[in-house]
């Protein structure tokens, strides 16, 4: 049975880096070409951060839009929650930073590290929060330079990134619109399978390690997308039955946006038609934590999100990570 929702967005906000790496630029760094990377990803292009580029930056960017988008002062917010694994450092939480550089001095805040899904854990997790806690407004957001963290000379992972930054500005309902269900799952038995084995207490930052490619994204593509499609679809059907709805009842879907091939077969499962499933990841590749909420805000902004509209949304990542929730608009 339908709950009543306890929160609802206020307000979005999205950043990312002006740089765009096309497929044709990756033609000259690596053996590629973007008539295979646009068949195998859909991916045609994707935004570039500088080398050293602040994350907290971008974030900061994004979660000032959100917060003018719902017209809220850096003095109202009293959590922050910032889904990342490309943090500015490895601590303090870059949340911490976000929240210095906003000027928002009563709020807690603290990071998440669960890849992919860190937007979605991050949004439950502010919920519970806010009901059990007596937060009045949470600054929600995912960002990520995953470029940081490519290998350029590996083209079955560096075609896939971008860097971005998105945010949400939550706070109490006004009725019946807000987030309805949400849902998180993990398993590590699959670690090995998506994973940076570099940078923790394993494999010190030493020269041979950087030498061997430590501190690059690895992945098992084939069996990541097995995973992720049966995961996404599980996730998905669970809010829905929670909340008594089904796939028929969504006027639209906002999966992660890692992979057009993932997407058409979630869709296709639950037999959507691909005009109420939510696309960008040929202009923003895969921003991790930030493809959720960047998608929120550009539908927010151009008027497709309509006033009492049922959104799913759904995603995957390393750990393994998978999360969905529904938002009643």
């Known amino acids: 049975m339908q709950r009543r929702p306890q929160v609802m967005i206020l307000g979005t906000g999205r950043a990312v880096p002006e740089k765009i790496l096309t497929n044709t630029d990756l033609e000259q760094m690596v053996e590629t070409s973007d ?5 195998r990803t859909g991916i045609r292009q994707r935004h570039l951060a500088e080398p050293g580029a602040a994350l907290s930056d971008l974030v900061v960017e994004a979660s000032r839009s959100a917060m003018a988008d719902a017209v809220v002062g850096a003095d109202e917010i009293d959590l922050i929650i910032l889904g990342t694994v490309t943090g500015d450092m490895k601590f303090p939480a870059t949340a911490c930073l976000v929240q210095e550089k906003l000027g928002v001095k009563n709020a807690v805040a603290f990071d998440i590290s669960a890849a992919c899904s860190g937007f979605l854990y991050g949004l439950q997790i502010a919920e519970g929060l806010m009901m059990s806690g007596g937060y009045r407004r949470a600054l929600v957001a995912g960002g990520e330079i995953l470029t940081s963290m490519v290998d350029w000379e590996d083209r079955d992972t560096c075609v896939l990134f971008g860097d971005g930054a998105g945010a949400v500005v939550l706070g109490p309902t006004d ?19 998506l994973y940076n084995p570099g940078g923790g207490c394993i494999h010190l930052p030493t020269a041979e390690n950087a030498a061997a490619k430590l501190f690059s994204i690895r992945m098992e593509g084939r069996e990541v997308f097995r995973h992720a499609v049966t ?4 996730a998905l059907n669970q809010v829905l039955e929670q909340a008594g709805l089904s796939a028929d009842d969504l006027d639209l879907l906002i999966p992660h946006q890692a992979n057009l091939r993932i997407i058409e077969a979630v869709a296709k499962r639950f037999k959507l038609p691909m005009d109420k499933v939510y696309v960008n990841v040929d202009r923003y590749g895969n921003t991790s934590a930030a493809s959720i909420p960047i998608a929120l805000d550009e539908l927010r902004r151009s008027g497709e999100l309509k006033k009492g509209a049922l959104v799913g949304m759904v995603t995957f990542g390393a750990g393994f990570t998978w999360a969905a929730g529904l938002i009643r608009i």
């Not at 008539?35 to 068949?39: G, K, L």
């Not at 995961?231 to 599980?234: D, E, L, V």
Request: proline content about 0%; hydrophobic content about 45%; some cysteine.
């Open 231 to 234: 995961s996404m679809g599980a």
């Open 175 to 193: 009725g019946e619109r807000g987030l309805l269900q949400a849902c998180m799952h993990s398993d590590g038995a699959h670690a090995d399978l």
């Open 35 to 39: 008539e295979w990377i646009v068949a």
